[in-house]
């Protein structure tokens, strides 16, 4: 058996708490050698609600379950993490944007990024899932000082999964003749879900489907515009489909992408396809020994072009907004 890792989970008595801790002590994220040692953050008035899903991870037996430490103080959670799944925040309603909520929530990933800073294992990697994620990343970051920016990410694979999802269907075949999706830019309604890339069984999916209007009238809002339709059917945001996004993130990155294949994770640009330098985008990417690397040299195209710049733009005035609010330097 390896030594146990850290893996510390913010909002871990909330939804999607409640669907991701009991997988990632399955070994499910980290796979099915690997012991975790569960951390868990809540607000104070939630700890008793934790204690309960604590006594459930518990009664579950789980062979890999090495030990779980809960607390309402950050520098106690995170303390010598290896992983960091910052889920904790308030999740939208009916009628709002994700980018209303940074008021409400911004404030919560300034002091958890300086704990992080702190007391983090120095290779911890950083997933944020408390929307509106790719602002609260940076946030994070920018309060990280003694961490590497590239060590924070924010999640795109949920739109990742919708879209190959949605292909799937359109085209007859199976999930799994889908590959070379990409997410580019913001986990927000400007997203943009790529076509031009992915395959189905090999064949170029833009070609094979053969149909601009549907691309640009029904895919694309349907993968971005997903979120709130959740929302407008359960009455609450979705949690089983975002704890399994994060769970496939974060067994990406540790793990690595397939072979022939890529994902897409969002984090600090280093201005690759033209996207301004520090913002928290969507990319595509491969993963080999923990090592993210931007899928390279992909033609961009009028359209895509468009599409890119519009969410960059809507990132660098939710950067604005954080930097108005004194939450980024
Ligand atoms: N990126 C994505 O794809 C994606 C997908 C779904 C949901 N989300 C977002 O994830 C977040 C959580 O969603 P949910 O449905 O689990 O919400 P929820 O309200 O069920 O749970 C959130 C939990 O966070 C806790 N919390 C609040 N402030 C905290 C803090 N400072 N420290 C630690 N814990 C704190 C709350 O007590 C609550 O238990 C929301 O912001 C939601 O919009 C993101
Ligand atoms: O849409 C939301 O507010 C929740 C989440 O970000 C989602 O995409 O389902």
């Known amino acids: 058996m390896k030594p146990p890792v850290r893996v510390a989970v913010t909002g871990a008595a909330g939804q999607i708490g409640y669907s991701l801790l009991f997988r ?3 070994g499910a994220m980290l796979g099915e050698d690997q012991p975790v040692i569960l951390q868990l953050l809540e607000i104070t008035p939630a700890l008793k609600a934790l204690n309960g899903v604590v006594m459930e991870l518990k009664d579950c ?3 890999l379950l090495a030990g779980v430490v809960t ?3 950050p520098k106690v959670a995170f303390k010598d993490a290896d992983y960091a799944l910052l889920v904790g925040a308030l999740p939208r309603k009916a009628g709002m944007e994700r980018s209303d909520l940074l008021n ?3 404030g919560i990933f300034k002091p958890q990024g300086e704990a992080l800073s702190e007391v983090a294992s120095r290779n911890v990697k950083v997933l944020v ?3 509106p994620a790719n602002t609260n990343a940076l946030i994070a970051l920018s309060n990280a000082p003694k961490l590497k920016p590239s060590q924070f990410h924010a999640m795109v694979r949920l739109d990742h999964n919708r879209a190959i999802s949605q292909l799937a269907e359109k085209t007859g075949k199976p999930v799994t003749a889908i590959q070379k999706m990409t997410i580019w830019g913001n986990h927000s309604t400007t997203q943009f879900p790529d076509l031009y890339h992915a395959t189905v069984d090999g064949k170029n999916a833009y070609e094979l489907v053969n149909d601009h209007a549907w691309y640009e009238t029904t895919f694309i809002p349907t993968v971005a515009k997903r979120g709130a339709a959740i929302i407008e059917a359960r009455g609450l945001s979705s949690a089983a489909s975002a704890a399994n996004a994060a769970i496939a993130h974060m067994r990406s990155w540790a793990l690595g992408t397939a072979e022939g294949d890529w994902t897409s994770m969002a984090f ?3 201005g690759s ?3 301004p330098e520090g913002l928290v985008y969507g990319f595509p990417v491969t993963v080999k020994n923990g090592q993210v690397e931007i899928v390279k040299g992909l ?3 009028a359209f895509s072009r468009a599409k890119m710049d519009a969410t960059a733009k809507e990132l660098e005035e939710e950067r604005q907004a954080v930097k108005d609010l004194g939450l980024v330097k």
Do not use: M
Request: glycine share 12%; net charge negative.
């Open 273 to 275: 396809y033209g996207v």
């Open 71 to 73: 607390s309402d103080d």
């Open 24 to 26: 990632i002590a399955s």
């Open 61 to 63: 037996a789980f062979p």
């Open 104 to 106: 409400a929530n911004g």
């Open 268 to 270: 600090p640009s280093d």
């Open 129 to 131: 899932v408390g929307n």
């Open 299 to 301: 033609e961009i195209n």
